[in-house]
C-alpha cells in the first residue's frame, strides 16, 4: 500500500460512516459519564459545606455527611458502570469492523494479493482494528462529555461566583487549542508509526517463510540486521507518537494549574483584606476546578486514540468495497447434477497498460464433459479459473451456470456447486482427517474415510502409526507435494460438487507421482463437467476437448486431448 495523506479523502469518509454508528452505542456512557459528573459536583458542595462548618466551628450537619457519603457512592457506580459499558462498546466496534474488513477481503479473494502483501492485510485486520477500540470506547464519550461535564460544573460555578467561573471558561477555551496544535502532528506521526510497523511484519513474514533460502545463502546475519533496523524505526516513530500525546497531556495540565493559581490568589487577596464572605463558598470553587477539568483530562488521554484512529483508517479505507448486489434479474435455479459452462464473450483487464488478460473469450462446456485450457503462461487460464470461483467480475460479457448468471448467485450457492484443486494445496495445522472434512465439516468418519479411500489416502493412513489423525504442522508439513495433493483430491470427493475445476494439478509433481494422482483424478471426473487448466503432458491424460488460449482469445478447436 502506498503511503498518502492521512486525511485522505477515502479516510475521512470511512471514519465518518463509523463513527455515526458509534456515536449511538456511545450514548449511554455518556449519560453515565455525565451522571458521575453531577454526583461529583454534589459531592464537592457537600464537602464545601462540611468544611466550611468546621472552620466557623458550627459543628458537622449529618444532612451534609450523608449527602458527601451517598454522593461519593453514587459517583463511583456510575464511573464503574461507564467503563463496564465502553468496555462493551469497542469490543462490539471492534467485531463490527473485523467482520466488515474480513468480509470485503473475502469477496476479494486472491486478487487482493496482487495489491498487498499478505503481513501488510494482518496488520490491517489485527493491529490497526485493535487501535480503533479506544475511539469508540473512549475518544467519542469523552468527546461529548468534553463539552457537556464542563458546562455542568461552569453553571454551579456561575451560581456560586461569576467572576471564578470567567476565569475557568478562559482557561478551558486554551485547552482544545493547544490540543489541536499537537494533534495534528499526532494523526501524522501515527500514520508513519503504523506503516512501520506493516513492513516490519511483512518482512518477517517473508524472511520466516524463506528461512531456509536465507541460511544457505549465508544471507542470516544481513537479514537479521535489517530486521533490527526495521524495528529500531518502529521504536523511534512509537516514541514520536507519545511525545506528542504528553505534550497535549502537558498543554491541559498548565491551563488547569493557572485556573487553579488564579482563583486561589483571588479568595487568598480576599481572605487578607478581610472581605472574603462566605469560606464555604471559596471552598466549593476550589473543589470544583478538578472537577471542571477532569473530562477535559479524559478527552485529552483518548485524544491519542483519535490520532491513532486516522492512522488506521487509512488501510482499512483502501480495502476493496463490499462487492456490488447482482443485478436484478429473474431468480433461476441451478441443478445440482449435471452443469454446463459457458462463457459469452468475456472480457477483463487487471492492468490498462498491460493489456486485457481475457480479450473477448467465447466456449461452452457441456454438462458431466471435460474442457482442457491449454496455452503459455499469461494466456488467461487461472484467470478463467478465478472467474469460475466467484473471485473475479468480468468487466463484460457474461459467465452462466445452467443458463443462469453466475453474477447472480449468491457466493455460498456458488461455492457448492463447485470443487476446485490448484498447483499447491492449502493444508492447515492439524490432522489430515480434519484437512479433509474442511470440503464438508458435517460429513461423518464414514464419509472421509471413503473419500480417502477413492484418493488413494488410505495406503499412505495405514503406514502411519496414527492413521487419518496423524498431526500436520503448519502448510502440510509432513507430508509430500504427491500426499498433499492427495489430500486435496479426497477433500473434492467429500465435496462430490457438480463441477470440478482443475489448475495446473500436477505441477511440481515427479512423473511416478504424477501418474499416481492423475490415476485419482480421472476417477474424481466422472459424472462432472471439468474445466482443467494445464500446459504439461497431463492434459492428455483427459479425454475432452481441448481449447487454446492465446492472449485471452479462444484459437479454433484442435481436437480431443
Same mark, same amino acid.
Given at each position: 500500500?502506498?503511503?498518502?495523506?492521512?486525511?485522505?479523502?477515502?479516510?475521512? *469518509?470511512?471514519?465518518?460512516?463509523?463513527?455515526?454508528?458509534?456515536?449511538?452505542?456511545?450514548?449511554?456512557?455518556?449519560?453515565?459519564?455525565?451522571?458521575?459528573?453531577?454526583?461529583?459536583?454534589?459531592?464537592?458542595?457537600?464537602?464545601?459545606?462540611?468544611?466550611?462548618?468546621?472552620? *466557623?466551628?458550627?459543628?458537622?450537619?449529618?444532612?451534609?455527611?450523608?449527602?458527601?457519603?451517598?454522593?461519593?457512592?453514587?459517583?463511583?457506580?456510575?464511573?464503574?458502570?461507564?467503563?463496564?459499558?465502553?468496555?462493551?462498546?469497542?469490543?462490539?466496534?471492534?467485531?463490527?469492523?473485523?467482520?466488515?474488513?474480513?468480509?470485503?477481503?473475502?469477496?476479494?479473494?486472491?486478487?487482493?494479493?496482487?495489491?498487498?502483501?499478505?503481513?501488510?492485510?494482518?496488520?490491517?485486520?489485527?493491529?490497526?482494528?485493535?487501535?480503533?477500540?479506544?475511539?469508540?470506547?473512549?475518544?467519542?464519550?469523552?468527546?461529548?462529555?468534553?463539552?457537556?461535564?464542563?458546562?455542568?460544573?461552569?453553571?454551579?460555578?456561575?451560581?456560586?461566583?461569576?467572576?471564578?467561573?470567567?476565569?475557568?471558561?478562559?482557561?478551558?477555551?486554551?485547552?482544545?487549542?493547544?490540543?489541536?496544535?499537537?494533534?495534528?502532528?499526532?494523526?501524522?506521526?501515527?500514520?508513519?508509526?503504523?506503516?512501520?510497523?506493516?513492513?516490519?511484519?511483512?518482512?518477517?513474514?517473508?524472511?520466516?517463510?524463506?528461512?531456509?533460502?536465507?541460511?544457505?545463502?549465508?544471507?542470516?546475519?544481513?537479514?537479521?540486521?535489517?530486521?533490527?533496523?526495521?524495528?529500531?524505526?518502529?521504536?523511534?516513530?512509537?516514541?514520536?507518537?507519545?511525545?506528542?500525546?504528553?505534550?497535549?497531556?502537558?498543554?491541559?495540565?498548565?491551563?488547569?494549574?493557572?485556573?487553579?493559581?488564579?482563583?486561589?490568589?483571588?479568595?487568598?487577596?480576599?481572605?487578607?483584606?478581610?472581605?472574603?464572605?462566605?469560606?464555604?463558598?471559596?471552598?466549593?470553587?476550589?473543589?470544583?476546578?478538578?472537577?471542571?477539568?477532569?473530562?477535559?483530562?479524559?478527552?485529552?488521554?483518548?485524544?491519542?486514540?483519535?490520532?491513532?484512529?486516522?492512522?488506521?483508517?487509512?488501510?482499512?479505507?483502501?480495502?476493496?468495497?463490499?462487492?456490488?448486489?447482482?443485478?436484478?434479474?429473474?431468480?433461476?435455479?441451478?441443478?445440482?447434477?449435471?452443469?454446463?459452462?459457458?462463457?459469452?464473450?468475456?472480457?477483463?483487464?487487471?492492468?490498462?497498460?498491460?493489456?486485457?488478460?481475457?480479450?473477448?473469450?467465447?466456449?461452452?462446456?457441456?454438462?458431466?464433459?471435460?474442457?482442457?485450457?491449454?496455452?503459455?503462461?499469461?494466456?488467461?487460464?487461472?484467470?478463467?479459473?478465478?472467474?469460475?470461483?466467484?473471485?473475479?467480475?468480468?468487466?463484460?460479457?457474461?459467465?452462466?451456470?445452467?443458463?443462469?448468471?453466475?453474477?447472480?448467485?449468491?457466493?455460498?450457492?456458488?461455492?457448492?456447486?463447485?470443487?476446485?484443486?490448484?498447483?499447491?494445496?492449502?493444508?492447515?495445522?492439524?490432522?489430515?482427517?480434519?484437512?479433509?472434512?474442511?470440503?464438508?465439516?458435517?460429513?461423518?468418519?464414514?464419509?472421509?474415510?471413503?473419500?480417502?479411500?477413492?484418493?488413494?489416502?488410505?495406503?499412505?493412513?495405514?503406514?502411519?502409526?496414527?492413521?487419518?489423525?496423524?498431526?500436520?504442522?503448519?502448510?502440510?508439513?509432513?507430508?509430500?507435494?504427491?500426499?498433499?495433493?492427495?489430500?486435496?483430491? *479426497?477433500?473434492?470427493?467429500?465435496?462430490?460438487?457438480?463441477?470440478?475445476?482443475?489448475?495446473?494439478?500436477?505441477?511440481?509433481?515427479?512423473?511416478?507421482?504424477?501418474?499416481?494422482?492423475?490415476?485419482?483424478?480421472?476417477?474424481?471426473?466422472?459424472?462432472?463437467?471439468?474445466?482443467?487448466?494445464?500446459?504439461?503432458?497431463?492434459?492428455?491424460?483427459?479425454?475432452?476437448?481441448?481449447?487454446?488460449?492465446?492472449?485471452?482469445?479462444?484459437?479454433?478447436?484442435?481436437? *480431443?486431448?
Amino acid at each position: 500500500m502506498t503511503e498518502s495523506s492521512p486525511d485522505s479523502a477515502p479516510a475521512k *469518509a470511512w471514519l465518518r460512516v463509523h463513527l455515526r454508528d458509534g456515536r449511538r452505542a456511545a450514548l449511554p456512557v455518556v449519560g453515565l459519564g455525565f451522571g458521575a459528573t453531577l454526583a461529583a459536583i454534589g459531592q464537592a458542595l457537600c464537602a464545601a459545606g462540611l468544611l466550611g462548618a468546621a472552620l *466557623a466551628d458550627a459543628g458537622i450537619s449529618p444532612a451534609m455527611a450523608g449527602g458527601f457519603v451517598l454522593f461519593a457512592v453514587l459517583r463511583a457506580l456510575l464511573r464503574a458502570m461507564a467503563d463496564r459499558v465502553a468496555f462493551g462498546v469497542g469490543a462490539a466496534a471492534r467485531r463490527r469492523l473485523r467482520n466488515d474488513a474480513m468480509t470485503r477481503m473475502l469477496e476479494a479473494g486472491p486478487a487482493l494479493l496482487r495489491a498487498s502483501h499478505s503481513g501488510v492485510l494482518a496488520n490491517t485486520v489485527v493491529d490497526r482494528i485493535e487501535a480503533l477500540e479506544g475511539l469508540f470506547a473512549r475518544w467519542l464519550p469523552a468527546a461529548i462529555l468534553a463539552v457537556a461535564a464542563p458546562a455542568a460544573v461552569l453553571v454551579a460555578v456561575l451560581v456560586l461566583d461569576p467572576v471564578a467561573a470567567l476565569i475557568l471558561a478562559l482557561a478551558g477555551l486554551l485547552v482544545p487549542l493547544g490540543m489541536a496544535l499537537a494533534g495534528i502532528g499526532a494523526a501524522a506521526a501515527s500514520r508513519r508509526q503504523f506503516d512501520a510497523l506493516a513492513r516490519l511484519q511483512a518482512r518477517f513474514l517473508d524472511r520466516v517463510s524463506g528461512i531456509a533460502t536465507i541460511v544457505l545463502a549465508g544471507r542470516a546475519n544481513d537479514e537479521a540486521t535489517a530486521i533490527g533496523r526495521a524495528a529500531d524505526e518502529l521504536r523511534r516513530r512509537t516514541l514520536r507518537v507519545l511525545r506528542l500525546a504528553f505534550l497535549s497531556s502537558a498543554v491541559l495540565d498548565c491551563a488547569a494549574a493557572a485556573a487553579l493559581v488564579l482563583i486561589a490568589l483571588r479568595y487568598g487577596g480576599e481572605a487578607v483584606a478581610g472581605t472574603l464572605g462566605a469560606p464555604g463558598l471559596a471552598l466549593a470553587v476550589l473543589l470544583l476546578v478538578p472537577e471542571f477539568f477532569a473530562p477535559l483530562r479524559a478527552f485529552a488521554a483518548a485524544y491519542h486514540d483519535r490520532a491513532q484512529a486516522v492512522g488506521a483508517a487509512e488501510a482499512l479505507a483502501a480495502l476493496p468495497p463490499p462487492a456490488a448486489p447482482p443485478p436484478v434479474l429473474p431468480v433461476r435455479n441451478v441443478e445440482a447434477r449435471g452443469v454446463a459452462i459457458a462463457f459469452e464473450d468475456v472480457r477483463l483487464t487487471w492492468d490498462a497498460s498491460r493489456g486485457p488478460v481475457l480479450d473477448g473469450l467465447s466456449f461452452r462446456v457441456p454438462a458431466g464433459e471435460t474442457v482442457v485450457l491449454a496455452g503459455p503462461s499469461g494466456a488467461g487460464k487461472s484467470t478463467v479459473m478465478e472467474i469460475l470461483l466467484g473471485f473475479v467480475r468480468p468487466d463484460s460479457g457474461r459467465v452462466t451456470l445452467n443458463g443462469a448468471d453466475i453474477a447472480t448467485l449468491v457466493p455460498q450457492a456458488l461455492s457448492r456447486l463447485t470443487a476446485w484443486i490448484g498447483q499447491r494445496p492449502v493444508l492447515f495445522g492439524g490432522t489430515i482427517r480434519d484437512n479433509i472434512r474442511f470440503a464438508r465439516p458435517e460429513a461423518s468418519d464414514a464419509e472421509i474415510a471413503e473419500a480417502a479411500r477413492f484418493a488413494r489416502l488410505d495406503s499412505l493412513a495405514a503406514s502411519l502409526p496414527d492413521g487419518l489423525e496423524t498431526m500436520l504442522g503448519e502448510g502440510g508439513h509432513g507430508l509430500s507435494g504427491g500426499q498433499a495433493q492427495r489430500v486435496a483430491i *479426497a477433500r473434492a470427493f467429500l465435496k462430490n460438487a457438480p463441477i470440478l475445476l482443475l489448475d495446473e494439478p500436477t505441477a511440481h509433481l515427479d512423473p511416478v507421482t504424477e501418474a499416481e494422482v492423475l490415476d485419482s483424478l480421472r476417477r474424481l471426473t466422472l459424472g462432472r463437467t471439468v474445466v482443467l487448466a494445464s500446459h504439461s503432458t497431463a492434459a492428455h491424460a483427459f479425454s475432452g476437448r481441448r481449447i487454446d488460449l492465446r492472449d485471452g482469445r479462444a484459437m479454433p478447436a484442435r481436437g *480431443a486431448a
